[in-house]
């Protein structure tokens, strides 16, 4: 969770919400790391976790990257757990709840869904306080974000 952290910081720079993901393979090197760059590349797709599977599964040459885990500081949105299942992730690791757009866990479940042909193990609350506390400065602070109002804003 450190390093996912560490890309979440990296995301201020560019004005970017501050989430962070990293992917590892099964002896737990990182094979993938992403922060949100909606903002750097105008590309409302660029969440954190969409940059390091796509990182990692160009290291990898292979879109199945089963036997990794990703770790990511706030919990995966729809598009991110569509993604997550796609890309046979098998374990997902995060820190912050996102009460209001989360999808593992919170306001939907699709990583577990048994309706789907995959599902995901979770494990929640990993630095739990750090991982929201680095998203509230953000959005508390009218000077980073701007005029734009919304986005991801973790739970209690």
Not at 29 to 35: D, L, S, T
Request: charged content about 25%; proline content about 4%.
């Amino acid at each position: 969770m450190r390093l996912a952290l560490d890309e979440a910081r990296a995301a201020l720079a560019t004005g970017d919400v501050p989430v962070g993901a990293v992917v590892m393979d099964a002896a737990g090197v990182v094979i993938g790391r992403g922060r949100n760059e909606r903002e750097l590349h105008q590309d409302p797709t660029l969440h954190a976790e969409i940059v390091a599977i796509r990182a990692a599964a160009q290291v990898t040459g292979d879109w199945h990257l089963t036997g990794c885990t990703l770790v990511v500081t706030l919990e995966p949105c729809v598009m991110c757990a569509g993604a997550i299942l796609a890309a046979r992730l098998p374990t997902v690791v995060f820190g912050a709840w996102d009460e209001k757009a989360g999808a593992s866990g919170s306001v939907y479940d699709v990583l577990r869904d048994r309706r789907l042909n995959h599902r995901v193990e979770v494990f929640t609350g990993v630095s739990e306080q750090e991982c929201g506390d680095l998203l509230r400065a953000f959005f508390e602070d009218p000077a980073r974000r701007g005029d734009r109002a919304g986005g991801a804003t973790p739970g209690p």
